[in-house]
Every structure is written in structure tokens, then in C-alpha cells.
């Protein structure tokens, strides 16, 4: 009796972690959706990006100190310094999806960075590159590397049919570019994940990793930000709409400092290939119910059947190529 109370309870808590890195995939959805709010109230996409890298560093800080890890600082002169460049990753992430949510919708701009993601984590492991061990090639993930381009192609092409009226138009070579960049910033997050992944192996606090690799993020886009200014290509952002915007426009800091933390602790308890997958769906299903129901302000976008097509063969192949 006493065993198959403790294997049901073992169950329930690896459920329960399941649900954890499901949840965690969500709020990156919610994270690059409550951003546009900072954004309009900022006025640019830059200073919105900096003041959100700031909230969340703000906060995994807090963490870190209450959690007694900031000890783990006294190791940096022992670590190589391109770990340190992890969190360069965040500023390209965050501010894409500043730009890209309103032009192309959450569905089509999360499946760009799925997309990303599905095939910058295939090229780490077939190569073996920046400490991820090296592995073959199955059918498996072949199958599911079409299934995500597929899926992503079927999303985009039926895009237009879902665009609500007055929405940003994007054409031509302006198109591509966008798609382009989705697709970029989906990528540099595996690698973000694997350079941070070495500096937890130097350091040996998960929570110092995560404040370091925020802190650069939010230096850079700081350094971004001024020089924009200071060429006037981007006006300088604005203090005083932040008084009027909704609450929940707050949230993208807490939601990026969740995914963060989130995924370093899953990862050595469920496996990462589990915690991506899983992080990937709810990544997925979120922004598509964003979409549909126009939440955080957006712009209405239906689930016609093609993008309902493309969204079901993205989900799996990003489960195919991560359980494979």
C-alpha cells in the first residue's frame, strides 16, 4: 500500500512539472503579447525592449538574493567571457516581437520563432555545437523538420485571410524581411540556452545565470536604445503614458523572468528535450488563442483551417523532433 501510495505521488509530481514547463511556454507567448502595450505607451520598440529587460532583471535579482545565490558572482573570473554573452539573445527576441505581433499576428510571429527554434536546436545537435552533444540524424527528425515548415508555410499563406481590417500590410521584400526576422529570433534562443548552459556549469547557480544573462541583455539594449537616439531614429520614450497603461502591460518582465527560471530548473528534472517540447506547445496553442479572441488588445485574427492545418503540423513536429 505504503509503494503505490509513493508511486502515485511521484506521478502527481511529474505531472505536475509537465504542467509547469507547459505553463511556462505560455507566458513567452503572453510575454511578447503584453509587451505592445509597453511599447505604445514608451514610443519606441527599443525603449519598451530596456525597460522590460530591466523589470525582469529587477526580479530574478530579488530572487537570487533571497535564494542566497549571488555568491556564485565570485566564479566569473574562472568562466570563459563569450559565456557570458548569452543574454544578447533577449533584446533581438523581445523587440521582434514588438514589431512583428501587430504586422503578422501572435500565431504566424510565434510560428516564425518556433520555426527558429526547431532548426538552430537540430543544428546544435547534429554538430555538436557550443558544449550540446552531438547526435544523429533519425527520420524522425526529418519528418518533423518538414512538418514545422509545412506548418509555418500553411500559416502564413493563410494569413491573410484572417487579417483584420486596418491591420499594418507587409509586402514585397518588406515581407520577407519580416519573416526573415521572426525566424532569426526564434533561432539565437537555443543558443542563448546553450551559452547559458555552460555558464551554469561554471557558476553552479542556476538563478545567477539567469540575472547575468538579463543583465547584458538589458546593457545592450540600453546601448542600442541611446545610440538610436542620439542618430534620431528612434524618438527618446516616454514616461508619463506609463501611468495610463493597463496593469497587465507590466507583466512581460515577470513573465520572461518566469520562462528564465522556469526552464533551468525543469530541464534537469524532466530532461531538456521534454521541457522544450513542451515550452514549444504552449508557445503554440497560446498565441493562437490570442489570436482568436483579439486578448491584450491585438487585433482579432480567426482561426480559419488553414492556420488551424498549419498550427496542428507545427505542434507536431516540434514534438517529433524533440522526442525523437
Not at 508619463?240 to 507583466?251: C, E, R, T, V, Y
Given at each position: 500500500?505504503?509503494?503505490?501510495?509513493?508511486?502515485?505521488?511521484?506521478?502527481?509530481?511529474?505531472?505536475?512539472?509537465?504542467?509547469?514547463?507547459?505553463?511556462?511556454?505560455?507566458?513567452?507567448?503572453?510575454?511578447?503579447?503584453?509587451?505592445?502595450?509597453?511599447?505604445?505607451?514608451?514610443?519606441?520598440?527599443?525603449?519598451?525592449?530596456?525597460?522590460?529587460?530591466?523589470?525582469?532583471?529587477?526580479?530574478?535579482?530579488?530572487?537570487?538574493?533571497?535564494?542566497?545565490?549571488?555568491?556564485?558572482?565570485?566564479?566569473?573570473?574562472?568562466?570563459?567571457?563569450?559565456?557570458?554573452?548569452?543574454?544578447?539573445?533577449?533584446?533581438?527576441?523581445?523587440?521582434?516581437?514588438?514589431?512583428?505581433?501587430?504586422r503578422l499576428g501572435a500565431l504566424a510571429a510565434v510560428g516564425l520563432f518556433v520555426t527558429g527554434q526547431m532548426f538552430a536546436s537540430l543544428a546544435l545537435d547534429l554538430f555538436g555545437l557550443l558544449g550540446i552533444d552531438r547526435k544523429g540524424l533519425s527520420v524522425g527528425i526529418v519528418l518533423g523538420a518538414l512538418a514545422v515548415l509545412v506548418g509555418i508555410v500553411v500559416i502564413i499563406k493563410g494569413q491573410?485571410?484572417?487579417?483584420?481590417?486596418?491591420?499594418?500590410?507587409?509586402?514585397?521584400?518588406?515581407?520577407?524581411?519580416?519573416?526573415?526576422?521572426?525566424?532569426?529570433?526564434?533561432?539565437?534562443?537555443?543558443?542563448?540556452?546553450?551559452?547559458?548552459?555552460?555558464?551554469?556549469?561554471?557558476?553552479?547557480?542556476?538563478?545567477?545565470?539567469?540575472?547575468?544573462?538579463?543583465?547584458?541583455?538589458?546593457?545592450?539594449?540600453?546601448?542600442?536604445?541611446?545610440?538610436?537616439?542620439?542618430?534620431?531614429?528612434?524618438?527618446?520614450?516616454?514616461?508619463?503614458?506609463?501611468?495610463?497603461?493597463?496593469?497587465?502591460?507590466?507583466?512581460?518582465?515577470?513573465?520572461?523572468?518566469?520562462?528564465?527560471?522556469?526552464?533551468?530548473?525543469?530541464?534537469?528534472?524532466?530532461?531538456?528535450?521534454?521541457?522544450?517540447?513542451?515550452?514549444?506547445?504552449?508557445?503554440?496553442?497560446?498565441?493562437?488563442?490570442?489570436?482568436?479572441?483579439?486578448?491584450?488588445?491585438?487585433?482579432?485574427?480567426?482561426?480559419?483551417?488553414?492556420?488551424?492545418?498549419?498550427?496542428?503540423?507545427?505542434?507536431?513536429?516540434?514534438?517529433?523532433?524533440?522526442?525523437?
Amino acid at each position: 500500500m505504503r509503494l503505490l501510495i509513493t508511486r502515485l505521488r511521484e506521478i502527481q509530481m511529474h505531472t505536475a512539472l509537465l504542467a509547469a514547463a507547459l505553463l511556462v511556454g505560455c507566458l513567452l507567448a503572453v510575454q511578447a503579447s503584453v509587451n505592445l502595450q509597453l511599447n505604445s505607451a514608451v514610443g519606441t520598440p527599443y525603449g519598451a525592449s530596456t525597460l522590460q529587460l530591466g523589470v525582469a532583471t529587477g526580479l530574478l535579482l530579488v530572487l537570487a538574493v533571497a535564494a542566497g545565490a549571488l555568491g556564485a558572482l565570485g566564479k566569473l573570473p574562472d568562466v570563459e567571457p563569450w559565456q557570458l554573452l548569452g543574454g544578447l539573445a533577449s533584446p533581438l527576441y523581445i523587440t521582434s516581437g514588438i514589431l512583428l505581433f501587430p504586422r503578422l499576428g501572435a500565431l504566424a510571429a510565434v510560428g516564425l520563432f518556433v520555426t527558429g527554434q526547431m532548426f538552430a536546436s537540430l543544428a546544435l545537435d547534429l554538430f555538436g555545437l557550443l558544449g550540446i552533444d552531438r547526435k544523429g540524424l533519425s527520420v524522425g527528425i526529418v519528418l518533423g523538420a518538414l512538418a514545422v515548415l509545412v506548418g509555418i508555410v500553411v500559416i502564413i499563406k493563410g494569413q491573410k485571410a484572417a487579417a483584420p481590417a486596418g491591420a499594418p500590410k507587409t509586402s514585397g521584400a518588406g515581407r520577407i524581411g519580416w519573416l526573415g526576422l521572426g525566424i532569426l529570433a526564434g533561432g539565437v534562443l537555443p543558443v542563448q540556452g546553450a551559452v547559458n548552459a555552460q555558464l551554469r556549469s561554471g557558476l553552479k547557480e542556476p538563478v545567477t545565470v539567469a540575472v547575468i544573462s538579463f543583465a547584458v541583455a538589458t546593457f545592450a539594449i540600453a546601448i542600442v536604445l541611446l545610440v538610436l537616439y542620439l542618430t534620431r531614429r528612434t524618438p527618446a520614450p516616454k514616461v508619463a503614458p506609463l501611468k495610463k497603461m493597463p496593469w497587465w502591460g507590466w507583466l512581460g518582465g515577470a513573465c520572461a523572468a518566469a520562462y528564465v527560471t522556469g526552464t533551468f530548473l525543469l530541464m534537469p528534472v524532466i530532461g531538456a528535450a521534454v521541457t522544450i517540447a513542451l515550452t514549444v506547445t504552449g508557445q503554440q496553442l497560446t498565441s493562437a488563442l490570442i489570436d482568436h479572441r483579439g486578448l491584450f488588445r491585438l487585433p482579432r485574427r480567426a482561426l480559419t483551417k488553414p492556420r488551424v492545418i498549419g498550427l496542428a503540423l507545427l505542434l507536431a513536429g516540434s514534438l517529433t523532433i524533440q522526442l525523437a
